[in-house]
């Protein structure tokens, strides 16, 4: 099967809220593009969208303007074939269903036989590393563990784009840490592309091949900052630490702050 | 363990002995009348010489309100799901729900009595399934209606039909608002069971020998009969709580 060079083609992507409390231009005229296997993050302050952006490439909403293109087709059709997995910022889990059972929900959606499901589940559950929690309820699991077996969910079909809204976002900072370092082993070894919805500059910076700085009112693309780190296999707790990592990290705050910024620009410090 | 399991209980208990003590202490005292209020002593002495009586009339009670109580909910939930389905059918279903449960059993049980005739049990089943609907109908309902947004979210990246989506999340997502409508429906189902009665027909339930000993001026027994309504009622709500405890564990706290 080959799938095309470009998971997400925004061109021009404009969204309008109408409401009885008048209208709300979420986002305006934003292009981007992410290419198969490549890790992107979108961060900027509250409201500024991204949850918006996220949703329209998942076919949750429909654009209000432009032209939204997800591996050659029309999101729709992506979401149809199955092509991304997506997680929330809840986990969102079925409460009333195992976690193994969690896991193959969108297996059985999509027919996938009992027993291919249950082997699924479990592989997936031991890469997050939740093995022996395949007949936990949900509740019994700490906030943490609900995203990861989130994240198998959003896994379980393979897909090759994943859609990822501030998933870590109520997780505190060892645990959040230590899923960065989980999802790019995941996100590497499975060579899908990834959109993360993120508030951390650091986190952006730590998993992204490129982070897309959004300001609000209207929701809009302010800059591009590439980020060359090592590659996402090879990047480890150490490079926190690293030079590299500060001055993309510096380069993403000025941009966010809206130091005077080229649209796109790079950072290499090796 | 023990010790909450005694302090759960010992309350209720001590509250009912006090209770107790206190209406006897009140009826011999105060020289009260039988028929206004018949003393502890004097129920638990007719309770004795009728036990047999009481026992077989809550049976029957007990059966009328069981049958009334499961055909009034099987339909009540199956209607929910209509109306969660299709728009016109709740618009159709829901002032119907509203209605009915308004609708006075003083109204309702001898018109019943006169369709089906008096020997029948079927009069008083009907009683207990009318009362019994509009609560678990009013709450699936709404139970069916409160799907989370992140779960509508999940199906529709999943492009799940809405039969699936029914399966996965709507009905499983529903039950503890179905619990919660049979809770109240429970004791309802009882006392309808009891009242509908009143309206003559067959003598062999607590309502009917509750109105007959209290017409041969035999206050104490009537009393006896109104402790079996009670336990009966008990019962109901009892085994209700613990069947929603068994289903509803799994959704956690
Ligand atoms: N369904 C909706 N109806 C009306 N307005 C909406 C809707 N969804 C989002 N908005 C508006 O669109 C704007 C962008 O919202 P969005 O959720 O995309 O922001 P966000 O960047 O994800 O913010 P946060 O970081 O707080 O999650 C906000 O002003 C919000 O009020
Ligand atoms: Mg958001």
């Not at chain 1, 995941?186 to 952006?204: C, D, K, N, R, Y």
Request: net charge positive.
């Amino acid at each position: 099967m080959s799938t095309p060079a470009t998971a997400v083609d925004a061109r021009g992507v404009g969204k309008v809220f109408e409401s009885r409390s008048g209208t709300v231009t979420a986002l305006q005229d934003v292009h981007l593009t992410v290419a198969a296997g490549e890790f992107v993050s979108l961060i900027g302050p509250s409201g500024c969208g991204k949850s918006t952006l996220l949703r329209l490439v998942a076919d949750l909403e429909e654009p209000t303007s432009g032209e939204l293109v997800v591996f050659g087709k029309p999101p729709r059709a992506a979401r149809e074939a199955g092509d991304y997995g997506i997680t929330f910022q809840q986990a969102g889990l079925l409460p009333w269903r195992t976690v193994s059972a969690n896991v193959q929900l969108p297996l059985e959606l999509h027919g996938v036989g009992r027993r291919a499901r249950a082997m699924r589940a479990a592989e997936l559950l031991a890469l997050v590393g939740l093995a022996e929690f395949a007949d936990a309820f949900p509740h019994q699991l700490s906030g943490g563990m609900q995203q990861r077996v989130a994240i198998a969910r959003a896994l379980a079909e393979q897909p090759s784009l994943l859609l990822m809204d501030e998933p870590f976002g109520a997780l505190d900072e060892m645990t959040r840490e230590h899923l960065q370092t989980e999802l790019l082993r995941i996100s590497a070894s499975s060579g899908a592309a990834v959109l993360f919805v993120t508030h951390s500059i650091p986190e952006a910076v730590y998993l992204s091949d490129r982070v897309v700085v959004m300001s609000a009112r209207p929701g809009r693309i302010s800059g591009i900052v590439d980020v060359d780190l090592a590659a996402a296999a090879d990047r480890t707790e150490g490079l926190r630490e690293d030079a590299a990592f500060f001055a993309a990290v510096t380069a993403v705050r000025e941009v966010l702050h809206g130091a005077p910024a080229p649209a796109v620009r790079g950072v290499d410090v090796r | 363990m023990t010790a909450a399991l005694a302090r759960r209980w010992l309350a209720p208990a001590l509250v009912g002995v006090v209770g107790l003590a206190l209406w006897q202490t009140l009826v011999v005292a105060a020289d009260v009348k039988p028929y206004l209020l018949p003393s502890p002593t004097a129920i638990a002495e007719q309770l004795g010489q009728v036990r047999p009586l009481v026992w077989s009339a809550t049976l029957a009670t007990g059966a009328n309100a069981l049958v009334g109580m499961l055909a009034g909910s099987v339909t009540a939930i199956l209607a929910a799901l209509l109306a969660a389905r299709s728009r016109s059918v709740d618009l159709l279903l829901s002032p119907t729900a509203a209605a009915v449960s308004v609708m006075p059993i003083v109204a309702l049980a001898p018109a019943l009595n006169t369709m089906f005739g008096t020997t029948s049990n079927t009069p008083r089943r009907l009683v207990v399934a009318v009362v019994v609907f509009a609560p678990v109908f009013v709450t699936t309902l709404r139970g069916l209606r409160q799907v989370q947004p992140v779960h509508r979210d999940l199906l529709r990246a999943y492009a799940a039909t809405p039969r699936q989506a029914a399966r996965t999340v709507t009905v499983p997502g529903a039950v503890p608002h179905v619990f919660s409508g049979l809770r109240v429906a429970s004791a309802t189902a009882v006392v309808a069971a009891v009242v509908a009665e009143y309206f003559g027909g067959l003598q062999n339930g607590l309502g009917s020998r509750i109105t007959a000993a209290a017409a041969n001026s035999a206050y104490a027994r009537a009393w006896a009969f109104v402790l079996g309504a009670i336990l009966l009622g008990l019962t109901f709500y009892v085994v209700t709580l613990a069947l929603e405890r068994v289903v509803t564990r799994r959704h956690g706290g």
